[in-house]
């Protein structure tokens, strides 16, 4: 599709990643900021081994996904998503969502709740930007449109990891991101909505994961949205913000267990 083509609102075809059995229950992973669907290649084969049908699209703007005109949206990012559960033959389906894939989970769950399984929250946060941190987002709009994306790997590297061990593979993911992109994402974060409301109305199984040394989005908000439901299993893993490339195997075990409890 032609990017003058595409308009405000009108939900765009994701490229994506399918494994697993067809008949298995299905899992949407979401990925986070500035990063694309290899984030979650421990969880991918963790969950299809599992017997899960596992989707792992890379969203508008990041990664290879499609670009857009802006301003970026929540809302459409969640639209995005719901198209591709439609062209995958898919109805109802869980939700794995990491960082600003959590907020995209918490619109798909708000716009289709039916339909949406189950939540797993990985090192993600309900609350909506404060006035602090929108300032934050316009200071890092306007280093992004002069210096493209490399002022927001300079800062968000060393957040993401405790150890070195994957920095160099992650540093690369980061820089493939196109600042257009970018700044479609920061708009759609800077903007967002609160989501308590969607998690305290989510009436199916709730999985909240966070690293215990994560600065972006730190225990406290992940404590927060497990009080504002009424059974949601928290784990607190090693690691900083990216704890699916960092604590895989622990972060991928919790999510087996929580797709198990999936009907
Ligand atoms: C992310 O990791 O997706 C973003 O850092 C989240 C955010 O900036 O709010």
């Not at 995958?88 to 989970?105: D, E, P, T, W």
């Amino acid at each position: 599709m032609r990017e003058g083509l595409i308009r405000p609102g009108m939900e765009l075809d994701l490229p994506h990643t399918d494994h697993g059995p067809r008949d298995g229950t299905p899992i949407i992973l979401l990925h986070g900021f500035p990063l694309d669907h290899a984030m979650w290649a421990v969880q991918e084969r963790a969950l299809a081994a599992a017997g899960f049908r596992v989707l792992a699209p890379d969203l508008r703007g990041l990664g290879k996904g499609p670009m857009a005109k802006g301003p970026g949206s929540m809302a459409d990012h969640a639209r995005d998503v719901l198209r591709l559960a439609e062209r995958a033959g898919i109805r109802r389906f869980a939700l794995a969502g990491f960082s600003m894939g959590g907020y995209v989970a918490f619109e798909v769950a708000r716009q289709a709740q039916d339909r949406v399984l189950g939540l797993a929250l990985v090192d993600t946060r309900a609350e909506p930007d404060s006035e602090e941190a929108r300032k934050g987002r316009r200071a890092t709009l306007e280093k992004v449109r002069a210096q493209g994306i490399q002022p927001v790997v300079d800062a968000m590297l060393p957040k993401m990891l405790v150890a070195k061990d994957h920095e160099r593979d992650v540093e690369a993911m980061m820089k493939r991101t196109r600042p257009e992109g970018a700044i479609l994402a920061l708009e759609a974060m800077r903007d967002r909505r609160d989501a308590f409301d969607v998690l305290r109305a989510f009436p199916r199984p709730i999985l909240i994961v966070v690293g215990e040394q994560d600065p972006i989005t730190p225990p406290d908000a992940a404590r927060a949205m497990a009080q504002a439901t009424k059974d949601a299993r928290l784990v607190v893993v090693p690691g900083a913000h990216l704890t699916p490339v960092e604590s895989g195997d622990a972060v991928a075990e919790a999510m087996v267990e929580w797709g198990r409890a999936l009907r």
